[in-house]
Every structure is written in structure tokens, then in C-alpha cells.
């Protein structure tokens, strides 16, 4: 079974920055295509972004076109997301999976956006 670990939220004001993490403790990782969640409280888990396992196709929600970025290396089982101009509306704890949601959840990692 494959385990992930997003790390690197935390709280930060509106207009900042994060870096998230996602380390996948399986090879498959690097034959996957990938993807960020989030869930915000009272809300339903939702596909963010996603990411070709070459890392040279990407999708993005509409809500973070243009301010998010998702990557991936694969030699070291590992992907991110770079989010920049974050919004009051982008807290939540975000999670990483395929993009198809098949591998069990890992813990994910809060965000939270305020002044």
C-alpha cells in the first residue's frame, strides 16, 4: 500500500506564499498521475491540480488557475505545489493522491489564510 505525506502548510496571510510537499513511499508513484486536493471545512474534498507522471501536462482548477503550480520529481517519489497570491478562500487542509483519488489518504496538511 502506498503511504503519502503532504507537509508544508501553515499560516500565512493573504497575498503569501507556501510550498507544499508530497513524498509517496512507492516507486509506482513515478508511473502515476497525480493530483492536490483540498477540503475546507463543511465542504467536499475537491481536485485542485493535477500532474502527468512525466511532470509535462497539467491541469488546475479554475478557482487557482494562474496562482497555483504543481510539480514533480520523480527521482526523488516527490511532488509539490507552489501557491502564490493565496486567498482567505484557499484554507483548507490540502492532500495528495492519484488523480483519480486511488490510493488511501494520507493526513494532509492545513493551510490556513488570514491577516
Known amino acids: 500500500q502506498v503511504k503519502l505525506v503532504e507537509s508544508g502548510g501553515g499560516l500565512v496571510q493573504p497575498g503569501g506564499s507556501l510550498r507544499l510537499s508530497c513524498a509517496a513511499s512507492e516507486i509506482i508513484f513515478v508511473i502515476s498521475r497525480m493530483g492536490w486536493y483540498r477540503q475546507a471545512p463543511g465542504n467536499q474534498r475537491e481536485l485542485v491540480a493535477t500532474i502527468s507522471s512525466s511532470g509535462d501536462s497539467t491541469n488546475y482548477a479554475d478557482s487557482v488557475k494562474g496562482r497555483f503550480t504543481i510539480s514533480r520529481d520523480n527521482a526523488k517519489n516527490t511532488m509539490y505545489l507552489q501557491m502564490n497570491s493565496l486567498k482567505p478562500e484557499d484554507t483548507a487542509v490540502y492532500y495528495c493522491?492519484?488523480?483519480?483519488?486511488?490510493?488511501?489518504w494520507g493526513q494532509g496538511t492545513q493551510v490556513t489564510v488570514s491577516s
Open positions: 493522491n492519484t488523480a483519480q483519488g486511488f490510493w488511501s
